[in-house]
């Protein structure tokens, strides 16, 4: 199992990006998928998550501005973050599995920088 995240980047308090975890080896679509972010050092914090059926959950920190979606055709799921704040920057990463803390069932991460 492979996967890889990316999107990632600068944006302003406010704005928008869309991060994307692609995957190989597994199909998305068959199992729970996770977003979490982490800064090195710090507690692991679960952001999202899709489960086998699409419905989607989120922490109430992100509640009402981050969307997860699924693209099954080509075994991607999307973080859309909308009116991001300072305390979202952090290190995103997908986590494929029904354990969002199994470091071994994700991928790199992607950066997410928020500042003025």
């Known amino acids: 199992v492979q996967l890889a995240e990316s999107g990632g980047g600068f944006v302003q308090p406010g704005g928008s990006l869309r991060i994307s975890c692609v995957a190989s080896g597994i199909t998305l679509s068959q199992s729970t998928v996770h977003w979490v972010r982490q800064t090195p050092g710090k507690d692991l914090k679960w952001v999202s998550r899709?489960?086998?059926?699409?419905?989607?959950h989120y922490a109430d920190c992100v509640m009402g501005r981050f969307i997860i979606t699924s693209d099954d055709a080509n075994n991607v799921v999307h973080l859309r973050m909308n009116y991001l704040k300072a305390e979202d920057a952090d290190r995103y990463y997908c986590?494929?599995?029904?354990?969002?803390?199994?470091?071994?069932?994700r991928g790199q991460g992607t950066q997410v920088t928020v500042g003025s």
């Open positions: 899709v489960d086998t059926r699409d419905w989607p």
């Open positions: 986590v494929a599995g029904d354990d969002y803390r199994d470091e071994g069932r």
